[in-house]
């Protein structure tokens, strides 16, 4: 008689890592802006990543790691991870290639094949043809749309985490305001305020102090209020600075700035949905970009077109019909360009151009004249910059943060919400 024996399932080691960890781990990896690859040449945008280099990335996040529970793989697995030779391991390859398809399976990665290419005759009917030139036959994958939205997500959680808020979302908390006998706060209320009553208590604390008859009579004590908070509705455009200098001297600048306009982003849409939010890039032009390419967005070998931005995010805030239009400008240098009126560009990036600041000021005295906030969020601090963004914030009446890539986004969240909010009582 055939015997089956039947034992506990153990499932593979790449069943145990928690995608979401893995991928909120391998976020500088995704929106990676051109700071690594900067002495090889800087490619301007490049939505597709080499699948060799996101299998790269997933080893060097297991080995720093504690992503993969020691439960869930053998000695053997594990003292490989660690090995300077983990790259040649089958067992680690597996294991990342199980990851890595995890991760197309749950839409954080789009994986693209590589083209097929037939070789050439050597030969036709016509003549000889030279050798066939070699083509990029490498594997290559795209970020997803919902992995943008999980990094902003993510982002937003610990900004937020960081600055003593467990949580966000949009919160309609409703705080009862009664008078004297019911808590001891007086509340005096003058005919013609706006009162947004609560109905359904103040019955009920009527019924409940002289039992259910008709006609009800209700008593200043009886009232129940919502304490509310009036949101000014708010236009908001991000002017991005993407010159070559945001990922140069040791540092990059530009993709903690993403990770932040990302965080901004879904604030407002998940918190004030009334508000809008637009992207503008400025280098040696500026332009608007979709924020859904936010993340795929990259520096360039740019100066720095300050005026031009300015002029860009008029435009859009104009367009917008809110009780408050402002612009964040995040920036590490001087305006060191200017698109001139035949279109030709003038640049000097030798210290501060005078001509150049100039007509930068001008822009600024033109948003200063429209009702348009400037707030400055620089990540230098050079001497020579400190009296330039000064001069922008006294004009616009603005503020100018003097911050590094790791507590912009601490600035710039504390700076939005508190413009937000007033308490009406």
Do not use: W
Not at 46 to 53: F, G, I, R, T
Not at 252 to 267: C, G, I, W, Y
Not at 348 to 367: I, R, S, W, Y
């Amino acid at each position: 008689m055939k015997l089956i024996r039947y034992g506990k399932y153990v499932g593979e080691p790449a069943d145990a890592v928690d995608l979401e960890e893995l991928v909120r781990r391998l976020g500088d990896f995704f929106l990676q802006s051109g700071f690594e690859s900067q002495f090889y040449g800087v490619s301007e945008m490049d939505p597709e990543k080499s699948m060799e280099a996101l299998r790269e990335a997933i080893l060097k996040a297991l080995q720093d790691g504690d992503l993969l529970p020691q439960d869930a793989m053998s000695d053997e697995l594990r003292e490989m991870l660690q090995s300077p030779q983990a790259r040649d391991s089958q067992a680690v390859k597996d294991l990342l290639d199980q990851l890595m398809e995890r991760m197309s399976q749950e839409g954080y990665i789009n994986p693209q094949q590589p083209p097929q290419i037939t070789p050439p005759p050597q030969s036709s009917a016509r003549g000889q043809l030279g050798q066939a030139q070699e083509r990029q036959t490498e594997a290559r994958f795209e970020i997803t749309d919902k992995t943008i939205d999980f990094l902003g997500f993510k982002t937003l959680q610990d900004l937020l985490g960081s600055l003593g808020r467990s949580s966000f979302g949009r919160h309609d908390t409703r705080d009862m305001a009664t008078g004297v006998e019911a808590s001891g706060v007086s509340r005096h209320y003058e005919f013609g305020d706006t009162l947004n009553l609560d109905v359904s208590e103040t019955l009920f604390n009527a019924v409940r102090r002289d039992g259910a008859k008709v006609p009800i009579e209700i008593n200043y004590s009886d009232l129940m209020v919502h304490q509310c908070e009036y949101q000014s509705s708010c236009a908001t455009v991000v002017l991005l600075d993407c010159s070559h200098s945001m990922i140069l001297y040791g540092e990059d600048r530009f993709t903690p700035a993403k990770r932040v306009a990302m965080a901004l982003s879904h604030l407002i849409r998940t918190q004030y949905p009334g508000d809008t939010l637009s992207l503008v890039l400025f280098h040696d032009s500026a332009e608007e970009v979709p924020l859904g390419e936010l993340a795929r967005v990259q520096v360039g070998p740019y100066y720095t077109n300050t005026r031009e931005g300015l002029r860009v995010a008029q435009r859009i805030l104009l367009r917008q019909r809110k009780d408050m239009r402002q612009i964040v400008m995040i920036t590490d240098g001087k305006p060191s360009a200017l698109t001139l009126e035949d279109g030709r560009i003038y640049k000097n990036a030798f210290g501060l151009d005078p001509f150049v600041v100039g007509q930068t000021l001008e822009e600024v005295n033109k948003c200063k004249r429209a009702g348009i906030l400037i707030n400055t969020f620089m990540l230098a601090s050079d001497y020579s910059l400190v009296h330039f963004v000064q001069k922008i914030t006294e004009m616009c009446r603005g503020k100018a943060y003097f911050t590094t890539p790791y507590t912009l986004g601490q600035y710039l969240l504390m700076d939005y919400m508190s413009r937000k909010t007033k308490q009406i009582h």
